[in-house]
């Protein structure tokens, strides 16, 4: 399968600081889909990169992809506890085939 | 309401036992997935399915079959040849070719007894 590495694996932040998940690929990506998966819950589409140094931004969540398209992060400011959940990366290869990164865990302390 | 239903929620395994996991959409979507998704981990592709009776291995496809002969279905049978079936199956499906999104069902709890 494709190398499509992500992390922090985890991560624990207090309410209101914020957070970032890296998603990295040794080969050029062709596009980058990123998903919300809340404890319990299926993954949610959130939002798809395609262009090179691509910024897009949903209130508090912000994600780019680099100039390179070999990598993809997303951010979020002041982090909320409605924001708990695992974000995952995943790319999109020739012939509707979806590769999931790993994903973050991100755990909010109130 | 369009989206993607799976059943059961909970399923129980004895050993030996093949059991089959469904899946069925309306959402006329072409694309269909099934994906393994173990504690802690990411979303690992069993098989997937672009149009009716073809379908094709992800990367972990041993130890499970699917048959697509509706466009709507997409049916998973865990075999007893899947030896470590403990895990959380989910569905999804895709409209057309690239660059969509996926809609994911809400998935089946495998555990064994």
């Known amino acids: 399968g494709q190398q499509v590495m992500q992390i922090p694996q985890y991560q624990h932040v207090q309410e209101g600081e914020d957070f970032t998940t890296y998603c990295n690929s040794s080969t050029t990506l062709s596009n980058i889909q990123w998903y919300k998966q809340r404890p319990g819950g299926h993954p949610v589409f959130l939002i798809q990169l395609v262009k090179s140094g691509e910024v897009k931004k949903q209130k508090r969540l912000t994600f780019q992809f680099g100039e390179a398209k070999k990598n993809s992060s997303l951010h979020i400011t002041a982090t909320q506890t409605t924001d708990v959940g695992t974000y995952f990366c995943a790319e999109v290869l020739t012939g509707n085939q979806f590769y999931f990164g790993t994903g973050t865990s991100l755990t909010v302390i109130p | 309401d369009g989206g993607i239903t799976q059943s059961p929620k909970y399923l129980f395994r004895k050993e030996g036992q093949n059991v089959t996991l469904s899946c069925e959409q309306n959402?006329?979507?072409?694309?269909m997935y099934w994906y393994r998704q173990d504690p802690g981990q990411g979303l690992r592709l069993i098989y997937y399915?672009?149009?009716?009776?073809?379908?094709q291995k992800g990367d972990i496809a041993e130890g499970y079959s699917v048959s697509r002969e509706k466009k709507e279905s997409f049916p998973l049978t865990v075999t007893s040849a899947q030896k470590n079936p403990t895990a959380f199956y989910l569905c999804a499906s895709v409209q057309g070719a690239g660059n969509q999104p996926q809609h994911f069902g809400d998935g089946t709890r495998l555990s064994i007894l």
């Open positions: 959402l006329n979507h072409d694309a």
């Open positions: 399915s672009q149009i009716v009776n073809d379908f």
